[in-house]
């Protein structure tokens, strides 16, 4: 893939791991700017582990990470996400027993640091204008919204940091499709305000009909790259990912 000046996250023979477990063995791949990237592959595959390496939250890791033109594989994942990089999890990872409200507020955790009010006032009035169910369920206890809900909370916390890279692993799972068509329209639309997007999906179809370009990931190691309107075409991935053989 061709992104000379324009490559927001750069990657460099990875490895990443849980002590003598290798999950990623030597990847290489970039995310151009203002694009959205997808990584497809089956559960096991290694993908939340790309994840949590390029965030910060998995120290068993070598290679060359490069965001915004800056090696980040040592840093801490808190500088990480100053720097403009968000992570939204798999599983959400929402905080069950606190408010939808004091969820998205801890999303502002850097700004309330440095005391930047109009900014999180800003980024409040945005998430909720993109969700406007939050604003509804804004003292609602989190835990008690449904799945589709829980996910829109977990993207609208994470963009309370204001990413230029918003990472999300696997954001459809165990939604109903009606709900996914939804969480895939929001993700066309944070990407259509300039957010770059780096998504991990077991939904292949799904993810390859918004990607610019995707990667497939097998135990650990890209085996295919391309366009997603080609890889969506291919008879490989047809076969292996979208039941069409």
Do not use: W
Request: a positive charge.
């Amino acid at each position: 893939m061709s992104t000379e000046g324009s490559t927001i996250l750069k990657i460099e023979q990875l490895n990443a791991g849980y002590g003598a477990i290798a999950a990623i063995k030597g990847i290489s791949l970039q995310v151009p700017k203002g694009k959205v990237v997808s990584i497809i592959g089956a559960n096991g595959a290694g993908k939340s582990t790309l994840l949590k390496a390029i965030s910060g939250l998995n120290a068993d890791v070598s290679g060359r990470i490069v965001f915004k033109d800056q090696d980040i594989l040592r840093l801490p994942a808190d500088r990480i996400v100053g720097l403009g990089l968000s992570h939204v999890a798999e599983g959400r990872q929402i905080f069950a027993s606190m408010t939808v409200a004091d969820n998205i507020e801890l999303g502002a955790y850097l700004f309330h640091r440095r005391r930047k009010r109009q900014v999180i006032a800003d980024g409040k009035e945005t998430v909720y204008g993109m969700f406007p169910i939050l604003a509804k369920r804004a003292t609602q206890i989190a835990g008690t919204l449904s799945g589709g809900e829980q996910q829109m909370l977990a993207i609208a916390r994470a963009l309370m940091a204001r990413p230029a890279l918003l990472l999300l692993d696997e954001p459809s799972m165990g939604l109903a499709p009606l709900i996914v068509r939804d969480i895939f329209r929001t993700i066309k639309q944070l990407n259509s305000t300039g957010t770059t997007i780096l998504l991990v999906e077991q939904n292949a179809r799904a993810a390859l009909q918004i990607a610019d370009y995707a990667y497939v990931l097998e135990t650990g190691c890209i085996v295919l790259q391309g366009p997603a309107r080609q890889l969506l075409d291919d008879p490989k991935i047809k076969a292996a990912y979208l039941g069409v053989g």
